[in-house]
């Protein structure tokens, strides 16, 4: 008697979930039908969140030159005396820097081969010699010599002036 109650109830469980599935159609049903919703209301209402796009007006680019502002070049003020060279006038721009002399001394024959007439300065509170690659009396020359050298194979150039 307990086998066939058992039997009987699992029948009876195995009916109960086999009827209460719901099919693959209902649900392609109800989603075409919500497609069909939202089409419809599209149709019916702009929509509210489209960005609105103003018209780009093409114009004329004008060409402008770009001059240096000689005023706001950087200038290092150093004391410091001339090791090798004529001299140096008020603003110098510089190509090198090194502790050793033989180094500085390195560049300088190599820009002299170059045609520049470099120098050598030494400034003694950082135990450093510059290399000097033109000098000049006026800061507006200075910087226009810079950036020729920044703009060759002297990219980190800079300007010296003696205190």
Avoid: H
């Avoid at 090798?84 to 502790?99: D, E, H, L, Y």
């Avoid at 007439?117 to 910087?143: C, H, L, P, W």
Wanted: with cysteine; hydrophobic share 40%.
């Amino acid at each position: 008697m307990k086998k066939y109650m058992v039997l009987c109830a699992g029948l009876c469980a195995a009916m109960l979930f086999t009827s209460c599935k719901s099919s693959e159609s209902a649900y392609k049903k109800a989603y075409e039908k919500a497609q069909a919703q939202e089409a419809a209301n599209a149709q019916k209402e702009p929509a509210a969140d489209a960005p609105v796009v103003t018209p780009l007006e093409t114009k004329t680019a004008t060409q402008t030159t770009v001059v240096d502002n000689v005023d706001n070049a950087t200038v290092r003020t150093e004391d410091f005396t001339v090791v090798s060279g004529k001299g140096v006038q008020a603003f110098s721009v510089v190509v090198g820097s090194f502790s050793l002399k033989a180094n500085a001394e390195g560049l300088q024959n190599t820009l002299n081969n170059a045609g520049y007439e470099a120098q050598i300065v030494y400034n003694a509170g950082r135990n450093m010699y510059r290399v000097v690659a033109s000098t000049f009396a006026d800061k507006a020359s200075a910087v226009q010599s810079r950036n020729q050298f920044r703009a060759g194979n002297y990219p980190d150039a800079w300007l010296l002036f003696k205190k």
